[in-house]
C-alpha cells in the first residue's frame, strides 16, 4: 500500500538551533514529494517540492529537504530554528505516472514547537 | 488574485442537516479535491474533479456528495450531517496533468461542527 509516514507527532527545537522534521515513504513508481507547512486556522502553505535532479532542495522561509533514495525518506530542514516557524508540516507524496489524477497521499502531519 | 477560497468558514450544524460547502478558485484551474483534516490523521480525498462536469471518488467518499457544473467551482455536499463529519474540510485545486510536478493550491478551510 501507498503511505507517507512522519513518524513523529511533535518536534520541540530551541530558536537557533538546527531542526528536522522526518518523512518516509512508501510507493511504486518514482515519487514527486511535497513539504507543506499549516498555521493555526489558515489552509496548507506549499514549502519545497522533490521532483528529479538534486537531491537537496531548497525552499521557501529558509527550509531544505533532502531525498534519499535508498532509505525512502524526506526529511526536511533548517539550520537556525525561529519561533515563528512554530507551526504544523506535513510531508506529502504525488505518484509520477500516466493518469491524469495527481493525488496526494498525506502524512499524518509533525507539530514543530520552536521555544524562544 | 484570490487563490482558492472556502465558503463559509465556520458552521454549526445538528445532525441530519444537510449543507453544501463551496470552493472557488480563480486560476482556471482544471482539478480540484476536496479533503478532509482530522487530529492524528493527516489529510484525506473525499472527492475530485479533473474537469468541469467530472468528479470521482477519493478515499473517503461516504456521506458526500460533490458537484462541479462550472469548471471555477467545486461544491462538497452533506445530505444527512453525522457527528463523524465533524472536521475541518480544505478544498485544493491544480493546473492539470501539464503540472504535474506543481503543488496544489489550498484554501484556508471549512470548519465544521456536527452536534
Known amino acids: 500500500a501507498q503511505s507517507v509516514a512522519q513518524p513523529e507527532d511533535q518536534v520541540n527545537v530551541a530558536e537557533g538551533n538546527p531542526l528536522t522534521v522526518k518523512c518516509t515513504y512508501s510507493?511504486?513508481?518514482?515519487?514527486?514529494l511535497f513539504w507543506y507547512v499549516q498555521y493555526p486556522n489558515r489552509g496548507l502553505q506549499f514549502l519545497l517540492k522533490?521532483?528529479?535532479?538534486?537531491?537537496l532542495v531548497k525552499g521557501s522561509y529558509g527550509f531544505e529537504a533532502e531525498f534519499n533514495k535508498s532509505q525512502t525518506s524526506f526529511h526536511l530542514k533548517k539550520p537556525s530554528a525561529l519561533v515563528s516557524d512554530s507551526a504544523l508540516y506535513f510531508c506529502?507524496?504525488?505518484?509520477?505516472?500516466?493518469?491524469?489524477?495527481?493525488?496526494?497521499?498525506f502524512g499524518t502531519g509533525t507539530l514543530l514547537a520552536v521555544q524562544p | 488574485n484570490a487563490g482558492v477560497t472556502q465558503t463559509p468558514k465556520f458552521r454549526v450544524l445538528k445532525t441530519g442537516q444537510s449543507m453544501t460547502l463551496l470552493c472557488a478558485q480563480d486560476m482556471n484551474h482544471e482539478y480540484m479535491y476536496w479533503y478532509r483534516q482530522d487530529p492524528g490523521m493527516g489529510l484525506r480525498l473525499i472527492h475530485y474533479s479533473v474537469g468541469e462536469g467530472t468528479t470521482a471518488k477519493g478515499e473517503v467518499p461516504d456521506g458526500y456528495n460533490v458537484s462541479r457544473l462550472k469548471k471555477q467551482n467545486f461544491l462538497l455536499g452533506l445530505e444527512s450531517a453525522a457527528p463523524s463529519q465533524t472536521s475541518v474540510y480544505f478544498c485544493?485545486?491544480?493546473?492539470?496533468?501539464?503540472?504535474?510536478?506543481?503543488?496544489?493550491?489550498f484554501g484556508d478551510g471549512t470548519r465544521l461542527s456536527i452536534l
Open positions: 485544493a485545486s491544480l493546473g492539470g496533468q501539464r503540472e504535474s510536478n506543481q503543488p496544489q493550491h
Open positions: 522533490y521532483i528529479t535532479g538534486d537531491n
Open positions: 506529502a507524496v504525488r505518484i509520477n505516472y500516466g493518469g491524469a489524477t495527481n493525488k496526494l497521499i
Open positions: 510507493v511504486s513508481g518514482n515519487p514527486y
